[in-house]
């Protein structure tokens, strides 16, 4: 037993010194495939934020795409991208059609936006010079059927005082007849008592 926990931990030795070694060896190996994977990160991540600015918020106005668009086109794909460069490049025209297309798309929509608040400005003027215009006629109306009361008053009013006076002149025709009338009796009356 004691033999066997000697080779067992030989063997245990020997597993732990060729891993060492394996390690060692295979440490630049790793390293590289490492960078390597950190290169191609880096590339995609470029790509990948190319790519982002195609995901135009609906909300973006058209200067906002503008701005995009210009950053797009400012950003510069060359060689330091290897053979990632293609892909980059592919990626910038695509984005940059993407973001004309919905610039065109914008401006249309802001255009019709522009349009339909002038027609409804334009619609609040003429419902308010139609309200405007109705006050007016309403005044003009209330006016003129105040005129017209007013006349019909003072046409009354005359007829009334017109038949008034004819009932006094009557009345005093009727008192001065009837005064005749009297001094006559009393004229009489006193003929006869003559």
Known sequence: KAQIKLIDDDRISVVKKFDQLRDEILAPRDAWEQAEEDRVAK???VIESIKSYAAISSE??????KEVASIIENTNIDSSLEEFEKEAKLAKFETLEK????????EKYEAEQAELENLRLAEQARQQQEHDAQIAREATEKAQREAEEKARFEAERVQREKVESEQREAKLKHEAEQALIREQQLKEQAEQQA
């Not at 973006?60 to 795409?65: C, F, L, P």
């Not at 973001?99 to 914008?106: E, G, Y």
């Open 43 to 45: 590339h995609q991540d």
């Open 60 to 65: 973006a106005t058209s200067s906002d795409i």
């Open 99 to 106: 973001l004309r297309t919905a610039l065109v798309a914008r």
